[in-house]
């Protein structure tokens, strides 16, 4: 067992980062996230083992600075909130053409714009279904618990390298901010110049030595031929994530007439939720989506011949239930709750919600 | 004499830089990016840093560099070249890291990334190429575009009171304390070829010794973007450009040249 401390999400974060023997981080202060760049320069990593801290001079140059350590193979990770992730697309687009392997965090506030602090969800098109310019996916994980924020990024490195592609820990101002329990696991020691070597020396640019040709980083292919055939190629990656990393969760689905799909903080209210309208005897399950991309498509599909209706909870105007619709074919009623603008639902009004707009609607 | 017999070891008196590939240069004839690429290889060649080096390409002319230059290279977003080096070096301290960038590139989008890594004094070496124009996208004024010079998005010529002033990046850069030697070369004659060598030899051999930012410009043509021909428009870069950013060092060890 590893040491248990008691422990924000943001810093959980960052103390998993140091543990899982990342390499460097580099970020722009931004609220509700930074006491994950705070915690950083604090703990002085370094020290510990090495790894590398730099506050950039904006969230462009902290993506482009991702993008010029994540070249060379090694673990790079940043974070951000919502201005700043959309700052980050430009980068992001080139991290996944490129297919370099990453992990960014979105602690998600609440937009348009300038928008609010408070915790959102909003963000769900913009971290799953892309953000930047071009066809592209990011793995996209979904906390729900500040030990699922600690445990992300040590799952985050493992498939953002077996797959070279940024994988995205989608969180928001309420996990990054709470306090909770976790364990914390025993640290391991970055990988060696030597490690680096084996693990991607086929493609990082770390020098090129007179026995092999040189290690490219690009992505740009002027001849749309080919620009069609890496296109190709990234689908084909995509489709393997598909039928390889969908994680998700289920709770008292065997004999729900009902389902909620919720994830992250809103995955918590709706467990409570759950657990409210049970005690009224309402048959309803919650299905909580670990990875937004790839969506739970089938499993959801699966529960849809027991179900009357579908209630797609999310701390926005309605993004996710997008996914939902396309999972279910169409079969079964879906529709939308969630407070937005950075306002938290409480479980009782989602169980309004179920009573009003999915039982008696 | 056949010429079988002059075509001989000992009477070699050139020869094409191994580190550079043997693609075919997308640049237009008459260029001085052709030069400036070749002097940079030569220069990591000779100094035993190919499995040492990562080079960053741009976003302009030289966006396809890594055809060209045989090492390892990373090609950055437009104007983030400083940021994706910082990235590299910070991770890879005893790596040789540099960047080619144009002046659009450098001291118009990318100017933050440029002015925070000469803060920072990033042990990276920047090497400018100033030509005045946007020479990719076709001709269009540049942070660099002198007064009254004509360009597709300046057609009437530049005007100061409209368009702002040509910006001097390199002096501003010099100011920082995170720069160590400041320098600026051209490429058009034999011996300008062989002071900016000098002069990027030196900001190379710094960074050998983590001595901070080693930054050097090389003010060049553009015979497209100028409409002029080659020869012509080396003829205008002496009598418009020199004038204005005028050649030599800026900064010698940590210090302004005075």
Known sequence: MGELKLMKGNEAIAEAAIRAGVDAYFGYPITPQSEVIEYLTYEKPEERTGMVVLQAESELAAINMVYGAASTGKKVLTSSSSPGISLYQEGISYIAGAELPCVIANVVRGGPGLGTIQPSQADYFQSVKGGGHGDYRLLTLAPSSVQEMADFVELGFEIAFKYRNPVMILTDGMIGQMMEKVEL??????????????????????????????????????????????????????????????????????????????????????????????AKGIKVGLLRPITLYPFPAKPLLDLVPQLKGILSVEMSAGQMIEDVRLSVECKVPVVHFGRFGGIIHSPEEVLEALEQKIIGG | ???????????????????????????????????????????????GLQSNTIGIAPVGCSVLAYDFMNIDMIQAAHGRAPAVATGVKRTWPDKTVFTYQGDGDL?????????????????????FINNGIYGMTGG?????????????????????????????????????????????QAVHTPAAVRKAKKAIRKAFEIQQENKGLTFVEVVSNCNSGWKL?????????????????????????GELVK
């Open chain 2, 140 to 184: 269009q004024m540049a942070p660099t575009t002198l007064e009254g010079m004509k360009t597709s998005t300046s057609p009437h010529g530049r005007d100061l009171k409209k368009m702002g002033n040509p910006l001097k990046i390199t002096e501003l850069i010099a100011q920082l304390p995170g720069t160590y030697y400041v320098s600026r």
């Open chain 2, 107 to 127: 001291a118009a989008i990318g100017t933050a990334e440029t002015i925070h890594a000469c803060n920072r004094g990033e042990n990276i070496t920047i090497i």
């Open chain 1, 185 to 278: 696991k025993d640290p391991v020691p970055r990988w060696t110049d030597e490690q680096i070597q084996e693990i991607s020396g086929s493609w990082a640019t770390v020098g090129k030595p007179a026995n092999r040709e040189r290690n490219i980083v690009t992505s740009l292919y002027l001849d749309s031929a080919i620009m069609e055939q890496h296109n190709h190629h990234l689908q084909a990656k995509y489709r393997q994530m598909e039928a390889e990393e969908v994680r998700y969760e289920t709770f008292d689905t065997e004999d729900a007439e009902y389902l909620m799909v919720a994830y992250g903080s809103s995955a918590r209210i709706a467990q409570k939720s759950l657990t409210l309208a049970r």
């Open chain 2, 229 to 253: 021909p080659p020869v012509k428009s080396n003829q205008w870069m002496v009598e418009n450009m020199f004038p204005f950013y005028q050649l030599g060092d800026i900064k010698v060890d």
């Open chain 2, 1 to 47: 004499m056949d010429i079988k017999d002059i075509i001989k070891e000992e009477n070699l008196v050139y020869s094409k830089t191994k580190l550079m590939t043997d693609n075919v240069l997308s640049y237009c004839p008459g260029c001085g990016h052709g030069t400036a690429h070749r002097i940079v290889m030569e220069i990591i060649d000779e100094m």
